[in-house]
């Protein structure tokens, strides 16, 4: 139930406005981290923030929390970004930045926290957050959930990438729930969209396995 009277808040306001080594790396915006785990992890992908700070100081802030998260030293990286949130505390980068290093140091239930929070105070461009919660979702087993934030990715966003993310997100899920065809249908438009993206053939690879796996269980 809480789940539903969240989303459904988010689409009225949407509408209105080493084995486990990560590999890192930042995009030019300067606030946005892409974290992905190794191969034989690929279930466990997170997917961080970027966007503009009202504030120059919590801007710096920020930057310096991305800069000790390359590092891995996740408690200073919380302690920058927690430091500018009490500059912007409804700062929806912030929060989302928040959720990942909670997901990080595997604190699922604060990670879910600031997530939910950052979509709250999010405007109807910013999706990292959902997707993001999607992604935590499908790894707690809240399947169904997290279809409905996949679906609300894909349905929003003008970012192609991040609604191609959104479908081999969705592939996934669906395997989950046994609609191996629609796991196959969304993984294919997945592909289409990410096929100038090497880094994903190995995953698509896994995802396909998977989906075959998911046919074999219905004969």
């Known amino acids: 139930m809480r789940h539903l009277i969240l989303l459904n ?3 009225v306001l949407f509408s209105c406005k080493n084995e486990n080594s990560e590999h890192i790396r930042s995009n030019n915006s300067g606030n946005e981290i892409d974290i992905s785990l190794s191969e034989n992890q690929s279930d466990n992908d ?10 120059q100081e919590a801007s710096g802030l920020n930057a310096e929390g991305i800069k000790y998260v390359r590092t891995f030293d996740y408690n200073k990286a919380e302690k920058r970004f927690k430091q500018a949130l009490l500059i912007e505390p409804e700062n929806p980068i912030l929060l989302n930045n928040l959720g990942n290093i909670s997901d990080l140091k595997n604190d699922i239930n604060t990670a879910i926290n600031f997530y939910e ?10 999706l990292h957050p959902a997707l993001n ?38 592939a996934k899920s669906y395997i989950e729930i046994s609609e191996c065809e629609k796991a196959r249908t969304e993984l294919k438009l997945a592909k289409n969209m990410l096929k100038d ?23």
């Open 117 to 126: 929070k950052s979509l709250i105070n999010s405007d109807s461009t910013y």
């Open 197 to 219: 993206i090497p880094e994903f053939k190995n995953k698509f690879e896994y995802v396909e396995g998977k989906i075959e796996n998911c046919v074999q269980q219905e004969l």
């Open 9 to 11: 808040f988010i689409l």
């Open 46 to 55: 997170i997917y961080l923030a970027a966007g503009n700070f009202n504030n």
């Open 133 to 170: 919660l999607g992604v935590i979702y499908y790894k707690t087993n809240r399947d169904m959930e997290s279809i409905d934030l996949f679906k609300l990715v894909i349905l929003k966003s003008k970012d192609k990438n991040q609604v191609a993310t959104a479908r081999f997100q969705l």
